[in-house]
């Protein structure tokens, strides 16, 4: 199983990024899919989950309304829209899999993880 995750960068406060989770090796469309952010010195927190079929979704309070969760099951790809960054959003971000298919805010039910990719937001 392998989980690519893509698309972070640099980016103003107030700007936007849409990160990307290729998946592969795995039945993607059975899974819930999670996104979490780990910065330094810090432990790793959940920020969006979405169940298997893209019905049920779950935010972080710190990140709702400004972020969307959303898959295509067809390309086995899960995707997080960020919007109106702050730099507290800086992290990096990780993309996991779960095969219950719900969806968790919760680390432990998580398979798979993904590498990560860095998001930094400068004020």
């Known amino acids: 199983v392998q989980l690519q995750a893509s698309g972070g960068g640099l980016v103003q406060a107030g700007g936007s990024l849409r990160l990307s989770c290729a998946a592969s090796g795995l039945t993607f469309s059975r899974y819930g899919m999670g996104w979490f952010r780990q910065a330094p010195g810090t432990e790793r927190e959940f920020v969006a989950a979405?169940?298997?079929?893209?019905?049920?979704?779950y935010y972080a309070d710190s990140v709702k309304g400004r972020f969307t969760i959303s898959r295509d099951n067809a390309k086995n790809t899960v995707y997080l829209q960020m919007n109106s960054l702050k730099p507290e959003d800086t992290a990096v971000y990780y993309c996991?899999?779960?095969?219950w298919g719900r969806g968790s805010p919760n680390i432990d039910p998580y398979d798979y993880w993904g590498q990560g990719t860095q998001v930094t937001v400068s004020s």
């Open positions: 979405i169940g298997w079929s893209g019905g049920r979704t």
């Open positions: 996991a899999a779960e095969m």
